[in-house]
């Protein structure tokens, strides 16, 4: 997830998320987001008033690895 310029910190993704995994991080500095939490169910990307929100998709598990 990655949220772009646009945003003008409505809240809105920050309460609609279901499992509370958007952090809010004080005036001006938007938001955060908790990927343990987040199930990438998209509530706040489709909520967003400004389309200010990009799903990104995660890597695969393997790619997260270091090279051994
Ligand atoms: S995709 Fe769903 S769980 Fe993840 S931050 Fe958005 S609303 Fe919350
Ligand atoms: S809903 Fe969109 S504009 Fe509102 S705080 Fe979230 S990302 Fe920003």
Not at 8 to 33: N, V
């Amino acid at each position: 997830m990655c949220i772009r310029d646009s945003c003008y910190e409505c809240d809105g993704c920050y309460g609609a998320c279901p499992e509370d995994a958007i952090i809010k991080l004080g005036p001006g500095k938007r938001y955060r987001y908790n990927y343990e939490l987040c199930t990438g169910c998209a509530v706040c990307f489709e909520q967003c008033p400004c389309h200010a929100i990009d799903m990104i998709p995660e890597p695969p598990a393997e790619a997260s690895q270091p090279a051994s």
